[in-house]
């Protein structure tokens, strides 16, 4: 079974661009959820996704968004890009239900110059 | 609210030493904690999970926890580490949120294993 599939694994921005980050889960997997790295605040929880509604929100400013196709394939966007969004952006795919473990990627890393 | 707390930013062991990781977690209820493991330039990868049907929970690679409530601990263990344990360790927990379960991670234990 192909695991969880992130592109692109980096890019480079410049401030105030918009990007969008891809994620295909694992087959099977209706819910998707990203997360922000970064080494000083560490792993922090943006969104989830399931079933092509989010389900879940962190405390992230409104310019971090996302979505959710029929496929349950799911995109990330961060539109007016500051450098403090420098980080490497995972998503995860589990089945959604109750507890179930996330399935990691292996993350896109966006760097905002 | 639950979360985790992993003491140690890095540890460092020799190569077939006891590895011990610690992770201590605040709850009001029955928690479900995870250990997920990250190499260089990699996501994470889940390692076990206590979900309150064992307390001595075994893993992948030879890692083991054991969940103590009297000490609101996860601690992670493997008798003898090797060089390709070297990695960032992470705890977790399940939190509620809206109703639904989401996970919290501890700030990461960076592991060093020397020859």
């Keep these: ?113 | 609210a639950q979360s985790v707390t992993q003491l140690g930013s890095h540890v460092s062991v020799s190569e077939g030493a006891l590895v011990l990781l610690r992770c201590n977690y605040s709850s009001s209820v029955p928690p479900y904690l995870f250990w997920y493991v990250q190499y260089p330039n990699q996501g994470l990868q889940l390692l076990l999970k206590y979900t309150s049907a064992a307390t001595l929970v075994k893993g992948i690679n030879g890692f083991e926890a054991e969940f103590k409530k009297s000490e609101t601990s996860f601690h992670l263990t493997k008798p003898s580490a090797h060089m390709s344990d070297a990695a960032e360790y992470f705890c977790a927990v399940s939190v509620m949120n809206s109703g639904y379960s989401t996970l919290t991670f501890g700030k990461g234990t960076m592991l060093l294993v020397s020859p």
């Design chain 1, 1 to 113: 079974k192909a695991g969880v599939t992130q592109t692109p694994r980096y890019l480079i921005k410049t401030r105030g661009q918009q990007v969008t980050l891809s994620c295909s889960p694992i087959s099977g997997h209706r819910s998707v959820s990203w997360y922000q790295q970064t080494p000083g605040q560490g792993l922090q929880f943006l969104f989830e996704y399931f079933s092509e509604t989010q389900r879940n929100k962190g405390n992230f400013p409104g310019r971090f968004s996302g979505r959710q196709f029929s496929n349950s394939r799911s995109e990330m966007n961060v539109s007016t890009l500051e450098l403090g969004d420098s980080a490497l952006y995972l998503c995860a795919s589990s089945l959604g239900e109750f507890n179930s473990p996330l399935h990691f990627g292996n993350g896109t890393r966006l760097t905002v110059t």
